[in-house]
């Protein structure tokens, strides 16, 4: 029986429904909390209350704090689901320095702008030849499995050194660990197994190294500065997130352009780097994929936005509303491939934001300047009402997009 505190009788649950018909937008109830002020209590699955913080400003204030601690472990920490409690299967992303910044510098160095830029042509090359074999093959077709998911998924491969023919194997596991409403012992099965599966390869990297990341990675357990253990879960962290994010953007992405067609012949038309650029931060900005909200927990007494967050309590800060925000955007709810969206807080803020978004913009950045302009008449073969969105996954997107051209 879980405790429910008095104060949680009026208290809203979180996460919150979006309204129907409006797959784009955050949950009303965001909304209205944002309106009344930047902080509210939640109540979450195990009954806690958490801070839910509605604005942008506080919310980059607080994630740059260094009284906010992401450490998973923590008391008060508002987890989405029940922690393993050994800790067991825990990534950098869930960390504190020092010991965050450690882990986090070992992979660094092949997400800088400059080594990104390199890889431009190898990810044109990936987008046009998969463009090709979906105009070869059946119309219509499921973007998401045809375009969507290959995408990232051979470029994180390349990066990392893992074999891409394994991609089934380790969707599916990624997939059960980002769902919402998995099962515990599913989810820590399907992290078990993509343990097991990275531990192998770092295993036979350390007798073969190659030309990748994770070879880079096993350099380091040789040298005895990184266990072989914290190796494969880096792997993990960064296979999961290197596919799941950038693939749900790419079909998310295409759908709220084909919703909006005038924004969408913006983007067929040009070929200036330049509006592409802005077009990809405004939809970063506009879907904000990540609607789970960057979880904390404060390690002090820190006051805010006219309340007291005490040592110990939890903190969501709701980057989608975030990113709604009139005081930081104004009118806010329109799609604006012009806009100057920045600034926005998809990537997060603080030392935890994005490690990978210079090859998410990259490889967004080459999908749309490419995909529409290839394909002129690409439109969905199907209602917008019957196509199945991922409200129940840790990431927002589709799960599949059927299109025809
Ligand atoms: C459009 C695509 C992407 C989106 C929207 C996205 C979003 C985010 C967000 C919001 C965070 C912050 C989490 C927090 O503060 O709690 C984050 C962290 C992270 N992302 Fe991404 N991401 C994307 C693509 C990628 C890619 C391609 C990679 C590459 C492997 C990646 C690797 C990571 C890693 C390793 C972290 C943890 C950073 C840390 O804790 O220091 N992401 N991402």
């Given at each position: 029986?879980i405790?429910?505190r008095?104060?949680?009788a009026?208290v ?5 429904a979006?309204?129907?018909?409006c797959p784009?937008?955050?949950p ?14 939640v ?23 260094p009284?906010?601690s992401?450490?998973?472990?923590r ?9 393993r ?12 320095d ?5 882990l ?6 092949p ?11 190898a990810?044109?090359?990936i987008?046009d ?6 105009l070869?093959g ?7 499995e ?24 380790f ?7 980002i769902?919402r409403?998995?099962?515990p012992e599913d ?5 078990g ?5 990275l ?5 036979a ?5 190659g ?12 040298a ?13 962290l960064?296979?999961?997130?290197g596919?799941e994010?950038?693939?749900n953007m790419i ?15 913006l983007?067929?038309?040009t ?8 077009a990809v ?6 879907l904000?994929?990540?609607h789970?909200g960057r979880?904390?927990?404060a ?6 936005g006219?309340?007291?967050?005490r ?7 709701a ?11 104004p ?7 012009t806009r ?19 090859l998410?913009r ?23 009402a019957q ?15 059927p299109?025809?051209w």
């Open positions: 029986m405790p429910v008095e104060e949680s009026d809203p649950e979180f996460p919150m979006r309204a129907a018909g784009f937008d955050p009303p109830g965001l909304r209205s909390r944002q309106e009344a002020g930047p902080l509210a209590k109540r979450l699955w195990d009954g806690s209350t958490p801070w839910l913080v509605t604005r942008y400003a506080e919310q980059r204030t607080l994630l740059a704090d009284r906010v992401a450490d998973i472990m008391p008060g920490y508002p987890s989405s689901a029940p922690i409690p050994d800790g067991s299967g825990v990534s950098f992303i869930l960390m504190d020092p010991e965050h910044a450690r986090r510098r070992m992979v660094t160095a997400f800088t702008v400059k080594r990104v830029a390199a890889m431009r042509p990810v044109q090359k987008v030849d998969l463009i090709d074999e979906m070869a059946p119309n219509p077709v499921d973007l998401v045809a375009f969507a998911l290959p995408v990232p998924s051979l470029v994180i491969c390349e990066l990392l050194g893992v074999p891409y023919s394994d991609h089934d194997f969707q599916e596991n990624s997939k059960t660990i769902k409403d998995a099962s989810r820590t099965a399907a992290m197994r993509l343990a097991g599966y531990d192998e390869l770092v295993g990297k350390l007798a073969n190294p030309d990748d990341l994770l070879s880079r990675l096993t350099e380091r357990v040789a005895g500065e990184l266990a072989r253990a914290e190796a494969a879960r880096i792997g993990v960064l296979l999961i997130a596919h994010t950038t693939a079909a998310l992405g295409t759908l709220a352009l084909l919703e909006h067609p005038a924004q969408l012949a983007l067929r038309e070929d200036d780097p330049k509006l592409v650029a802005g931060e405004e939809l970063l900005r506009y904000h994929i990540t789970n979880r904390r927990v390690l002090e007494d820190i006051e805010i006219g309340q007291v967050i040592a110990g309590e939890g903190l969501i800060m980057n989608d509303i975030g990113n709604r925000d009139p005081e930081a955007f009118d806010p709810d329109r799609l604006d491939l100057d969206a920045r600034h926005h807080v998809a990537f997060g803020f603080g030392v935890h934001q994005c490690l990978g978004q210079p998410a990259m490889e967004l950045q080459v999908v749309y300047s490419t995909l529409y302009r290839r394909v002129p008449t690409l439109r969905l073969a199907e209602d917008l196509i199945p969105f991922k409200h129940d996954g840790a990431v927002y997107g589709v799960y599949r997009l299109v025809t």
